[in-house]
């Protein structure tokens, strides 16, 4: 069965201060990608990077940057250099090739940068 | 702007009452998904199509139905309200299968009264 679990529910940090968001995974197949949405206070669910299960190489996308460890099954996402508009709530998200096509979403974290 | 589109934004209705949600994929995309948001279960699948077919289903209420249109748009049937059905229901596009990225619409309100 496929779980995705975000265990940080809250998260508030001061402007500028880096910050890691955890994501956790189960699945039983070896073929699947994780992803990362972002869901301003405007409601809409925002696309940020999608990573394939045999692709493990990190990524860094200007203050954004993803730590995918097979390993541990965590696929964690960190933002350096907090702004007040990266506050969100995240979604880590699972897709499995043998699944119903669908996305697996976790619980979100909210993130709240202080100015 | 993700390149799908949803109407209405907001919609307030009664119990027992029928709606429906409208969605618009992104230009070229074959697979419409749609998902509910609400604060107790989170966001789950509903239902997916692919080129005018069902192709999945998740966690959808038999008072619930959906179609894709032969121009690829797919309309959310919700009858016989409830309280509970109040939630952010969002509509995502793909260019085809599980492996392709979801984009998702802005969403529509639904509030049951």
């Known amino acids: 069965a496929q779980k995705v679990t975000q265990a940080q529910t809250e998260i508030s940090v001061v402007e500028k201060e880096d910050v890691t968001l955890d994501c956790v995974y189960e699945?039983?197949?070896?073929?699947?990608?994780l992803f990362w949405y972002k869901q301003p206070p405007s409601g809409e669910l925002v696309f940020l990077i999608r990573?394939?299960?045999?692709?493990?190489q990190n990524e860094i996308s200007g203050r954004y940057s993803w730590n995918f460890q097979k390993s541990t099954s965590s696929f964690n996402f960190t933002i350096t250099a907090s702004q007040v508009v990266d506050s969100a709530v995240y979604f880590c998200a699972l897709s499995e090739a043998s699944g119903a096509n669908n996305l697996f979403f976790g619980t979100g974290t909210r993130l709240t940068v202080i100015p | 702007d993700s390149g799908v589109t949803q109407t209405p934004k907001h919609l307030i209705t009664a119990t027992g009452q029928r709606v429906t949600l409208r969605c618009s994929p992104r230009s070229g995309d074959l697979s419409v998904y749609w998902y509910q948001q609400s604060l107790d279960q989170g966001l789950q699948f509903l239902i997916q199509y692919y080129n005018g077919e069902e192709r999945a289903k998740g966690n959808i209420l038999e008072r619930f139905s959906a179609q894709q249109f032969p121009d690829l748009h797919s309309e959310l049937n919700l009858s016989s309200l409830e309280l509970g059905d109040s939630a952010l229901y969002f509509c995502a596009s793909s260019a085809a299968g599980w492996e392709e990225t979801q984009y998702f619409g802005p969403g529509t309100r639904l509030l049951v009264l």
């Open positions: 990573r394939n299960s045999f692709d493990e």
């Open positions: 699945t039983r197949d070896t073929t699947y990608y």
